[in-house]
Each structure stands twice: as structure tokens, then as C-alpha cells.
């Protein structure tokens, strides 16, 4: 039984609601009181009966002991309603078959017809009274009790399923609250103060838990921050030595064509690893380019042009489309369009990089002369990108993260840039 009962909590809580729940045992409780009331009810009136009958029966069993003793022909009571019996001492009349065999004391006759009949038999001076009375009215008035205790208990179910669903409605309302406060909570941790708008209780402590468990967050990513912060910028200046050393043996390899090679790599890596730990710096002192009204459709052009500078074998930039005036964080787009772009023209994958701006972002395609110049769409597209692909968790995708840019990897010789808010100022001719 108790494994039964086992399963059908598990059961409970896996397929119902909490409000669900609560509500059930609102109704389970309120069922459970109303059926204890009616079983209360009937055990005691019919203890009551059987105490007021058997008084009834006993007066009555005294006063016509007292008469016969009086009168020893006196003549018994027989009619529908009272009917009694006298059995003095040595006689052996017989007695009505559902008479015989009943002990002193009071009775109710289940073998008649005639529903309510009581004996009570009596062992008075004069002899044995059997004294039986027809109680109808009585059990009448029992059969109506029962009705009533049967509405009783079908109008306790339906009250306690009313203040079920109010106890749970009421119970889950300030849970509903906090779920949809912490819900609302933006994906950086920040100190909130969800404790204050709720009661000193269980669900304040659950929203206390949660303030603290939101400024240990913080306390984390602030810890996080400074040690970045302070990362990278001890790294800053091993590049800058790294870098001027660079510099100085380009210079010495001028006349040595097949150290070209070499050295171009050498100082992509070096620009690559000086842009990280630029974006680095930048997110751990959150110190985010400010937006710049800018004419997008000349600075592509130019920032292109000079970022595929050097590059072999050469690579032309081709602009189409139109993005007009729009305030950009100049120095972090610039930051995030060389990241991307840099593994791409380390690899011969084309000649031509071709650009299509637009108001909502830009969409770069590698492609060679004997390829068509790519038809591409609008950088606006909806598509889905491979998870390989994604650059949402390195440096660079979280700091296109932290402008609203979202970064696609098409595939392997393009990519797709989009920027919030891209309206417009004006549109240069």
C-alpha cells in the first residue's frame, strides 16, 4: 500500500502543477472534514436514539409493571404503534417467533416488515414485559438527516474546491511574481533587490537567496574583469617588443624573397594576437567605442582596401550596395571586420573580396576572376549558422555581442555582419 501511494505522489509531481497540486489537497482536505462531520452526525444520533428509546421503553416497562402489580388482569396494549408482552414466572406460552430468544434490554427488530420497530425486553416483578413501539417518524427523520449529510458532504467538496483554487491562485501569485522578476533579469549578473518587494517568509527568503546569489556574480565577473583587465595588459608590452623586433627584421629581409613569405604570417600572427588583446582590454574595462555618425559606404571601401594591402596574391575589394550615413563604434567595427577577415586572407581562397552593404549590416564574399560574381542577398537574411561557425563565445563575438551584433560564418569564403538600429541618417550619392 505504501509503495501504491509512493508512485502516486511521483506521479503527482511529475504530471501536475504546483497550483494543481495545491488545489487537489485543498479538495482532498475539505472531502476528508465533511465525510468525518457526517460520520461524526450518525454515529451520534444513533447513539442517541438508542439511549432516548431505550429510556422511552423503560418508563413505559415501569408503569405497566406497576399496573399489573396493581391489577394482575389489566390488559396489555396491542395496537399498531405499541404492542407488549407479559411472561410471568413458570409460564411457557410461546411468543411471537422475532420474541424469542431476546435477552433484557432494548432491541431493533431488522426482521420485520415495519422499518423503526423496537423491543425492549424487561424483567419487572410482575415478569418478563416485551414491550414493543413502532418509532417510523424517528427513522424517517434519520433517512432525511442522511440526505442531508450526503448534501453536506457533496456541498463541502465543491466550497472546498472553491477555496482550493483560491488558496492555490493566492499561494502561487507572489511565486508567479518572483519567477517573472527573475525571468526579467538581463543575462549580465547585476545586484538586485527582489527581497524587498516580498514578505519576510519562504518566498522571501527564496528571493533574498537569489540577491545574493546575484551579487556573488557580480563579485565573480568583476574578480574576472581585473584579472583580464590586468592579463592584458601585462601581455601588451612582450607584443609591443615582439612587434618593434618585427619591424627591425622586415627591414633586414628586404633583399631575401623567400623569407617574404615568413614574415607576412609572422606579422598577421602579431596583428592577430595585438587585436585580441585589444578586444580583451576593452571587455574587461568595458570601455566600449563610442558611436560615430560616419559615412559607411567610403569607410568599407578605404578599410578594406587597406586591410588586403600586401596581401599574396593581391586581393581586390568590389563595394556594391548602399549603407548611407549611420553612427557605428568606428575603432571596434574596425577591430571585429579585421579579426574575421584576417584567417580568411591568410588563405589563397580568391582575389576578389567583394562587399554588399546595406542600411541592417554588410556581407563579405571571397571569389576568384573565373568565378560569377556572387549574387548575395541581403545581409538581413534569416540564417541559421553552424555551431562550428559561431563566433559567440570568443573575444571577438562577444564584443560584436556587446554592440547588438550578431556574426554569421556563411561558409568558408564569406561572412555576414548585422548591426542594430539601421536606420539611416542619409544616403550618400
Known sequence: MAWVIACWQMTMRKHMSFRARVMLMAIGMGLTMSLVFA??????????????????????????????FEDPNARLPSSELQRAYLRRPGETDPLPTHLAGLTPGVHEDHSSSSDGLHVGVFDTPAGLIYLEMDLREIEALERYLLHILFAVI???????????????????????????????????????????????????????????????LVEAEEVERAFFADASHELRTPVAVVRGALELLEEDVQAQPRLQAPMRRLRRGVDEVSTLLEALLRLARRQLAEREVMDVDAWAHQFLTTLVQGCAPPVTVSIEGRAGTLPLPLRDAELILSSLLRPLLAKPIGDILT???????????????????????????????????????????????????????????????????????????
Request: glycine fraction near 6%; charge should be neutral.
Open 39 to 68: 460520520a461524526a452526525a450518525i454515529f451520534i444520533t444513533e447513539r442517541y436514539e438508542h439511549v432516548l428509546v431505550g429510556a422511552l421503553l423503560q418508563d413505559e416497562a415501569n408503569a405497566w409493571a406497576e399496573r399489573l
Open 154 to 216: 457533496f456541498a463541502g467538496a465543491l466550497l472546498s474546491s472553491l477555496l482550493g483554487w483560491w488558496l492555490a491562485r493566492s499561494a502561487t501569485r507572489p511565486l508567479r511574481r518572483l519567477a517573472g522578476e527573475v525571468e526579467r533579469l538581463d543575462t549580465a549578473p547585476h545586484i538586485t533587490d527582489l527581497a524587498a518587494h516580498h514578505p519576510r517568509d519562504e518566498l522571501g527568503r527564496v528571493a533574498l537567496a537569489i540577491d545574493s546569489y546575484q551579487r556573488r
Open 355 to 429: 562587399g554588399v552593404l546595406s542600411p541592417q549590416g554588410i556581407e563579405l564574399h571571397f571569389h576568384t576572376v573565373q568565378e560569377d560574381v556572387p549574387r548575395l542577398t541581403s545581409p538581413i537574411r534569416n540564417m541559421a549558422s553552424r555551431s562550428d561557425r559561431n563566433l559567440g563565445t570568443s573575444l571577438i563575438g562577444r564584443l560584436a555581442k556587446a554592440h547588438g551584433w550578431q556574426v554569421d560564418m556563411l561558409d568558408e569564403k564569406a561572412l555576414s555582419i548585422r548591426w542594430p538600429h539601421p536606420a539611416p541618417t542619409t544616403q550618400v550619392n
